[in-house]
């Protein structure tokens, strides 16, 4: 079933059953957890005090997997020794109606609907959709 969703200046079309399947069958796992990088090994130990709840909420009902990051990654050149801004995509099933990709300035936080991302490895059958976010997480990788 589509439905339509208003975030911003940003309308999307989604289906909230086709996106629950694509976890399912296809997100096995977050791209961080498949890296030993010391950048997503950071990503994955601060996780959970990356994402607000009302993100949480709003992934949910697109039927996103907040544990299975399509990719996450650090932006070194805007890093400090204390945070560093990350990046990264959830895929979804849908598309973008109406508004261009706008990334909005606000932090610690970030979110907004795009069509580009990384996606040579995904089924050209299946048409998805992203949501990119951008945060600052504090640094403090485990050790090895």
Same mark, same amino acid.
């Given at each position: ?24 069958? =296809? ?8 890296? *030993? ?6 990503f994955v130990a601060q996780r959970r005090l990356v ?10 009902? =697109? ?21 560093? =801004? ?31 991302f990384p996606n040579a490895t995904f089924p050209g *059958? ?19």
């Open positions: 079933m589509n439905r339509e969703l208003l975030v911003g200046l940003q309308k999307i079309r989604f289906d909230r059953e086709a996106t629950l399947t694509l976890y399912r069958d =296809l997100i096995k796992a977050g791209a961080t957890e498949q890296c *030993d990088c010391t950048g997503c090994r950071n994402y607000p709840e009302s993100f949480l909420l709003f992934l949910n009902k =697109l039927g996103v997997d907040p544990g299975k990051e399509w990719e996450a990654f650090d932006y070194a050149f805007e890093s400090s020794p204390e945070h560093h =801004l990350y990046g990264g995509w959830f895929l979804f099933s849908g598309e973008i109606v109406e508004g261009a990709t706008i990334r909005p300035e606000a932090k610690p936080f970030s979110y907004w609907f795009t069509t580009s *059958d299946i048409k998805v959709c992203a949501v990119q976010f951008c945060a600052e997480i504090f640094w403090n990788p485990p050790k090895n």
